[in-house]
Structures are given as structure tokens and as C-alpha cells.
């Protein structure tokens, strides 16, 4: 069953559940993945197969929300202006002032390099969209212009490129993937 929470939420028991399959079945079994989950956290998403959906959903959602931050921070920071006065500045304006805030801070304590896009799972959620006939732009954007750049990071005990460091960059080189 996929579920979303990190070890942190392992160990605290919040993870959030996203149950697919038949709904009596999840009934049988709904008291135990409560325990680590909580009522409020176990989503019945429909049939088999619909809770990786989800759970696919929630990992772009926060991989191409990151990029959009790094984005619009790097912007402020190529053209001279601290990060850390940008996210004093408008850290905590707007209803996303939380995921701003940290990957603003994240990038003003010089650790801009850590905030992850999910550049490892990018090709599989572009996979399965070219299979169900559909298009992923942003998506395909984004791995195009990580996978040109230099893996200098640690993703998942892998190596991957720092979309931050490419963006302060300058980018990858014209025609490898940024254009």
C-alpha cells in the first residue's frame, strides 16, 4: 500500500495510507492500518491500482511545487538579492507561505542543493503518461533540464543533479536539455 510520511512519520505513526481495492477488504483491515495512520489518514482511492495513483499525484505535486519555489527563489537570487530577504520578505505571505518558507530557508542556510524535484521518479510518472495518452509538460520540462546537468547530489542513495545549482548555474549547456 503506498503511504506518504517519510520514516518520520513511520516512527510517529502519521503516515498517510492511499488504500486501493476492494472496500470491504480495506474494512477487515482498517483497525490495523490506523495504528499507523490514524482514521483521518487512510484514504480509500478506488479500485486497485487508484492508491499509487495517488500516491503519484502527492510526489509530483511536491516535486514540481519545489521546482517552482527554486525557481521564482533562484530568479530573486541571480538578480542580487538574498534569499534570505527574499523569504523574510514574502515567506509568509500567501496561502503556500510554508513550503516557500522552507525551501527559501533551506536555500538561505546554503543547503539549496537538498530540495529534491523527485528527479529519480520523473521518468516513470512520464512512462506511464505516454501510456495512458496523455501529456506531462511540466514534467517532461523539468526532467529534460535536470538530466542535463551534473549528478552532485544524493537522491535516494543515488546519484542526481542539483536543480538549485543548475538553476543558479545558468542552466545546462544550450541543447542539452534546458531549451
Given amino acids: 500500500m503506498p503511504v506518504s510520511g517519510g520514516p518520520g512519520g513511520a516512527e ?15 474494512a477487515r483491515v482498517r483497525p490495523l492500518l490506523e495504528t499507523i495512520g490514524g482514521a483521518a489518514r487512510l484514504t480509500h482511492c478506488g479500485p486497485a491500482g487508484s492508491g499509487q495513483v495517488v500516491k503519484g499525484v502527492n510526489q509530483l505535486m511536491m516535486g514540481l511545487g519545489n521546482a517552482a519555489y527554486l525557481e521564482a527563489l533562484a530568479f530573486g537570487v541571480r538578480a ?29 542556510a546554503g543547503r539549496g542543493e537538498e530540495v529534491g524535484v ?7 510518472f512520464l512512462r506511464e503518461a505516454a501510456e495512458r495518452g496523455f501529456a506531462l509538460p511540466l514534467t517532461r520540462t523539468l526532467h529534460a ?3 542535463a546537468g551534473e549528478r552532485v547530489t544524493i537522491d535516494d542513495n543515488r ?12 542552466g545546462p549547456p544550450p541543447g542539452r536539455g534546458g531549451d
Avoid: H, M, N
Avoid at 542580487?80 to 496561502?95: E, H, K, L, N
Avoid at 523527485?118 to 516513470?124: D, G, H, M, S, T
Avoid at 546519484?159 to 545558468?170: E, I, K
Fill in 118 to 124: 523527485k528527479f529519480r521518479e520523473l521518468p516513470y
Fill in 145 to 147: 533540464f535536470c538530466d
Fill in 159 to 170: 546519484p542526481a543533479p542539483s536543480f538549485w545549482r543548475q538553476l543558479l548555474d545558468g
Fill in 12 to 26: 510517529r505513526a502519521d503516515l498517510y495510507l492511499f488504500a486501493g481495492g476492494d472496500e470491504s477488504a480495506l
Fill in 80 to 108: 542580487g538579492v538574498d534569499p534570505a530577504t527574499i523569504r523574510r520578505a514574502i515567506g509568509d505571505t500567501g496561502r503556500w507561505r510554508a513550503d516557500f518558507s522552507g525551501v527559501a530557508g533551506q536555500a538561505a
